[in-house]
């Protein structure tokens, strides 16, 4: 089962909770791989330690001239929608940044004039710690393929036991490239206004991509009630809250997991895990309902 | 005579040009505090314009309770559509796509369709399939994907955007936001672009800091904090951005503060100053106002000074 952590609204506490679940549920002997996918700013691996044992580039594909093939056509920068192939004076300039690895000036190339080699956009490490296997990448500074190193974090994971993924702030493409074939996703949230806005559109994303959620709530004393009424009316299960306890922004400050420096904290998260996995339950078992009426 | 004037105008358009600063606070780390240091510096700040660019979280609205003057669409690209009707199911389309947005739908009946069905949300507008369609049954329009405001505030104007449900492309859209905003400075003869940028280093955040005057850098004093802030750094010296840096809730865990801002000063970026915690920056924020008017107090004080740093740093 792979449940991906979300939220609009950067800094309410997906990390915290990410780290904490997959070290909790390895503490009671399941097999647990917690996957980084915030390659811009990854996290996790401050509070977990993990010792590093392998460490290897995030590619794209990008096309690479073969000059003596070349005939100077202008064809490959006709074909590229982003800009990143400009055919002057008969020679090809290719803007490695602004290609997508859609692969057109490959196939429409009447020469064959074309090589796609791996360009490194990033780092995928991998190792151990408490328990869980772990994998995050870094984005190389300066470069815009978040998704396409996201997409190297997730295949490097395999398909057994519990994925939790930590996924990026906000609803565009990095979040949709993390969380897009999760089986369920908690959207964590704050109560303040901020914290509202963000996680309205963060359950619009969720709900455009179909798949099943709930909301944690973290700082849950903090601010006014409006988060909590807004998932009523729209009966949306609130499976996690955390209070705003100066002991955990202190552990957290220091990069101490909450389980550590605040262990009655680890029935918290226990308890909510049990809540997905019957919620996550429920919800497969009406779409088993539903086909099977339609059938019938 | 006509030729003086122009000269005339050039020069007066020159110098417009000269003195308006534009200043970008980004965080790397989410969740520092931006959006609301943002809009204090909307209150203490003299002529500017504002400009949310974290197009995919948007929040300054929130607190500067803007009114939508100018209403436009944002079309960030185009996306491929089959048309059903002309298809015939070649699978040429799915042999080509490299990011697997082509696939035959499972019908509500649990039987699939006969057609292949583009999915927008993972289409990237790369036109492959299109090109390679035998009967031409792929269209490739403009789509709408968000849409972009210039609104008054009690502040100043405001620019700002929200993007559609699961949509990319906000780096254009964030590009699309600061250009508008400089038209409104020059046009008013405004000192100040503000930006409110968005976390991370990646497409939005480039788009937002190309070209500025300034950057500051919001973090907070946490080893996460830490570590997103020397990411961040690393960006603005690839972009030769002048940074300064300010620790919000730096009472939260002063040895670390400490650390952040010496650190900070070895990559040449200067503490612009810390911000006290205090609740008063949730209750303005629940208030729908920004802190400095919401309280007289102290954190009221640090951030007037990070603001009189971020002038000094301007020159």
Known sequence: ?296 | MGIRCKQDNKEKQQRKVNIMKEIVVISGKGGTGKTSIVAAFAALAGKKVLADCDVDAADLHLVLNPKIERREDFSGGKKAKIREDECIACDRCIEECRFDAIQYPVLGNGKTADTPYIDPIFCEGCAVCVRVCPVEAISFEPVVNGEWYTSSTNYGPMVHARLGMAEGNSGKLVTQIRREAREIAERDGLDYIIVDGSPGIGCPVISSITGADLVLVITEPTLSGRHDLLRVAQLTAHFRIPTIVCVNKWDLNPDITEQIEGEAQEHGIKAAGRIRYDSAITEAQIMKTSVVEYTGGAVSGDITAVWQNVLYALG
């Open chain 1, 1 to 296: 089962m792979k449940v991906a952590i979300a939220s609009g609204k950067g800094g309410t506490g997906k990390t915290t909770i990410a780290t904490n679940l997959a070290v909790t549920l390895a503490g009671k002997g399941k097999t647990v791989q917690l996957l980084d996918c915030d390659v811009e700013e990854p996290n996790c691996h401050i509070f977990l330690k993990p010792e590093i044992e392998s460490r290897i580039p995030a590619t794209v594909l990008m096309p690479e001239v073969i000059e003596e093939k070349c005939t100077g056509c202008g064809i490959c920068g006709d074909v590229c929608e982003f800009s990143a192939i400009a055919v002057v004076k008969g020679k090809v300039l290719i803007f490695p940044e602004l290609c997508h690895g859609c692969g057109a000036c490959t196939l429409f190339c009447p020469e064959d004039a074309f090589l796609e080699v791996p360009r490194e956009v990033g780092i995928i490490e991998e190792g151990k710690a408490g328990g869980v296997r772990f994998i995050h990448g870094l984005l190389n500074i300066g470069e815009l393929m978040s998704p396409a190193v996201i997409h190297s974090v997730k295949k490097a994971a395999d398909e057994t036991g519990i994925v939790i993924l930590d996924s990026p702030p906000g609803t565009s493409c990095p979040v949709i490239a993390a969380v897009k074939d999760a089986d369920y996703i908690l959207l964590v949230t704050e109560p303040t206004p901020f914290g509202l806005n963000d996680l309205e559109l963060a359950v619009g994303m969720v709900r455009t991509l179909d798949i099943p959620f709930a909301v944690a709530i973290n700082r849950s004393d903090v601010g006014n009630e409006d988060v909590k009424e807004y998932c009523k009316r729209e009966k949306i299960e609130i499976v996690l809250e955390i209070p705003n306890d100066r002991r955990i922004a202190e552990a957290y400050s220091r990069g101490e997991m909450v389980i550590h420096a605040l262990p009655e904290y680890q029935k918290t998260f226990e308890t909510c895990w049990t809540k997905i996995t019957d919620l996550h339950g429920n919800t497969l078992q009406a779409g088993q309902q539903g086909k099977t009426a339609t059938e019938s």
